[in-house]
């Protein structure tokens, strides 16, 4: 059977028609398609934060299903439409770095920025083809809505099992930011950043489990040190004002929270941070 899980990933927000008008192009094709908005929280134009919350979300999915991203503040211009086939999965997105995170997993690096690595020596693990069939897409094409003309339709037919040889030509390259890696210094501290802030103001940062320094742990964010990790965000005492904690979230990331508050509010910090562990 072909898959008819669909995600969707956007910067569009809620109060607007456009997730909406992607739904209903997808399921006019398609009606039997089922659709998961992932979020829709992306924050505008942030590529990489839609990178971010598509590759620590995806995998929750059975294999062969369809993830729709749609960061793109180059709709329109001469960047590229993709298909992509990875990990088991489909990805259908444009050609900006949005599936860096996704990539970087399997393997595959970009070491600056506009860094388009290629695809050979991956022995059929990703696959790749620009969306040039128009045959596949809705009519007319707006020039700024390529989420709704191009990139839906396409994720629609491919639920109904179109091959991903069909959608256009193969590509052997791909365009991909480098991996935000925290940077470790001689005296073995890392230097992080807050790559994520979620609905209730914690501080997701991009350090791993396994990039945690040996010994007893002390991290810093805005001035304020907090020592030791704490197995869950109640993990900690009470106090008059917030009470800040360290703790590996559910993403496999570093976090700093703060109990029963926001420890973005509390801290005046967002996204970009610096942080050292």
Do not use: C
């Not at 990933?9 to 909406?20: H, I, K, L, M, N």
């Not at 180059?74 to 999965?89: C, K, N, T």
């Amino acid at each position: 059977m072909p898959p008819s899980i669909i995600t969707l990933t956007t910067d569009f927000g809620a109060s607007d028609p456009y997730v909406g008008e992607m739904k209903g192009v997808i399921l006019g094709i398609n009606p039997e398609a089922r659709l998961v908005d992932l979020t829709h929280g992306v924050q505008p134009q942030q590529v990489l934060h839609g990178s971010f919350l598509l590759a620590t979300s995806f995998r929750y999915f059975p294999p062969g299903a369809i993830h729709l991203a749609v960061v793109d503040p180059g709709v329109g211009s001469s960047r590229r439409a993709l298909a992509v086939q990875a990990g088991g999965h489909y990805f259908v997105a444009p050609d900006n770095g949005l599936l860096s995170h996704v990539l970087w997993e399997l393997g595959v690096r970009g070491r600056s920025r506009g860094q388009v690595p290629s695809l050979t020596g991956l022995k059929g693990r990703v696959r790749a083809v620009a969306l040039t069939e128009p045959r596949f897409w809705l009519h007319p094409v707006s020039s700024t809505f390529h989420g709704r003309d191009i990139f839906a339709p396409v994720a629609a037919h491919l639920s109904k099992g179109t091959r991903l040889e069909e959608l256009g030509q193969e590509v052997s390259s791909l365009f991909l930011y480098a991996a935000p890696r925290p940077r470790r210094r001689r005296d073995g501290t890392l230097d992080g950043r807050v790559v994520h802030v979620d609905r209730f103001g914690n501080l997701v940062t991009n350090v791993r489990e396994e990039d945690l320094p040996e010994g007893a742990l002390a991290v810093t964010v805005a001035g304020r040190t907090i020592r030791g990790l704490s197995r869950w965000y109640s993990d900690v005492g009470e106090g008059k004002g917030p009470s800040l904690l360290a703790v590996m979230g559910s993403a496999g990331y570093l976090e700093v929270s703060a109990r029963n508050a926001s420890a973005a509010a509390a801290l005046g910090v967002g996204r970009g941070e610096a942080v050292s562990v």
